[in-house]
Every structure is written in C-alpha cells, then in structure tokens.
T-cell receptor, first 112, second 116 residues
Framework: GNSVTQMEGPVTLSEEAFLTINCTYT??????LFWYVQYPGEGLQLLLK?????DKGSNKGFEATYRKETTSFHLEKGSVQVSDSAVYFC???????????FGIGTKLQVIP | DTGVSQNPRHKITKRGQNVTFRCDPI?????LYWYRQTLGQGPEFLTY????????KSRLLSDRFSAERPKGSFSTLEIQRTEQGDSAMYLC??????????????FGPGTRLLVL
C-alpha cells in the first residue's frame, strides 16, 4: 500500500536559516504529492503540491520537487521566519484512490 | 469565506455513549472525506463520499462507526458505544471532482473528541 516517511522532529532553527524536511514515499504508479501545514490552533492547509515527476511545487518561499527516481519530495525554504513555526505533513494520493496518505508530521520551531 | 465547517468543535463523552459529528463542505464540492488524527500522528483516512455515495472505506472504520451523506451536501459521522481509544481529532475535508483543484482536499477545523 501507499506510505509516506518523513523526518521526525522537532526541528529548531534560528530565523533566516535554511530549512530542509525530508520526505520519501512508497506508492504504485504515479501519485500526486503534497505538503500540508498546520499552524498552532489552526486546521490543515495545503502548502504546495506536485502532480507529476520533476514538477516543482512552490508557495510562500517553500519549494519541493517531485523526484520519482528517488521517490522523494523534500521540502525546502531558503530563509525561515518565526511565522513559519508549525507542523508540516508530507502526503500523497494515488493508486486510483481518493484517500490521502499522510506522514507523521514534522514540527518546526523557528527562534528569533 | 465559506470553508469547510465542522460541529461541534469539542465533544466530551463517557465510554459507551454514542456521538455524532457534522461536516458542511465547501458548497460547490461534491467530494467529502473523513479522517482521524491522534496526538503526534498524521491524519488517517476513514471514508470518502462522492455526492451521496460512499465509495471508499478504511479498515479503521469499524462497525461502531457509520458515516452518511444523505443529500450529497453535509455529512455526519456517528460513533456508537464509544471507547477511550476513539479519543482523537476527527477531520472533514472536501474537494471538487473536476478542474485544476480536484487533487486538493480542503480541511475543516476538526472535532476534538475525548472519551472518559
């Protein structure tokens, strides 16, 4: 079945540091890949997505590239801000199903 | 902004009681999903509706759980004979079935259930 593995947190960074959160997946066929974010006290929001190999999703300075050869979708940001503190979930949808399979989530804390 | 809404936001119940949650999707979305999220974990899929038809169900959805979407608009999730292990955040999401955003599921704020 489908599965998502992402690095466990928490990750603590200083403001303006570079961020990478690793995500790898197992799926049949060509899934769509997502990063969702959950800010404190708020619901899940889509951050970015990529629907085919080599696509790059981007939003709010975050980027992730769909790498089929390494089955990865790592999240990156060049300079994090305190307001980026949240839990980040890597996720996929595929195999002809509508359900989304989520990773465990990585908590990011950015300190001034 | 008419996003996905869920009621109640919080529910405390005693073991063995029945509870029902409601989800109102974004009005033009005909796909609706239920997920469960426990502390420190990602959401886990429970079930999916397209209009009023329940098309996918997870093995997590035991016979104590039932979901309905009778008119293809709002949905209810009922848990009978609640157990302490049912304590979790129950999330609802919706999506359109066509167009550029059909891959994206939009989530509600969730209903937090605590079973004592």
């Amino acid at each position: 079945g489908n599965s998502v593995t992402q690095m466990e947190g928490p990750v603590t960074l200083s403001e303006e540091a570079f961020l990478t959160i690793n995500c790898t997946y197992t799926a049949t066929g060509y899934p769509s890949l997502f990063w969702y974010v959950q800010y404190p006290g708020e619901g899940l929001q889509l951050l970015l997505k990529a629907t085919k190999a080599d696509d790059k999703g981007s939003n709010k300075g975050f980027e992730a590239t769909y790498r089929k050869e390494t089955t990865s979708f790592h999240l990156e940001k060049g300079s994090v801000q305190v307001s980026d503190s949240a839990v980040y979930f890597c996720a996929l949808k595929g195999g002809g199903y509508q359900k989304v399979t989520f990773g465990i989530g990585t908590k990011l804390q950015v300190i001034p | 902004d008419t996003g996905v809404s869920q009621n109640p936001r919080h529910k405390i119940t005693k073991r063995g009681q029945n509870v029902t949650f409601r989800c109102d999707p974004i009005s033009e979305h005909n796909r609706l999903y239920w997920y469960r999220q426990t502390l420190g974990q990602g959401p886990e899929f429970l079930t999916y509706f397209q209009n009023e038809a329940q098309l996918e169900k997870s093995r997590l959805l035991s016979d104590r759980f039932s979901a309905e979407r009778p008119k293809g608009s709002f949905s209810t999730l009922e848990i009978q004979r609640t157990e302490q292990g049912d304590s979790a955040m129950y999330l609802c999401a919706s999506s359109p079935s066509g167009g550029g955003n059909q891959e994206t599921q939009y989530f509600g704020p969730g209903t937090r259930l605590l079973v004592l």
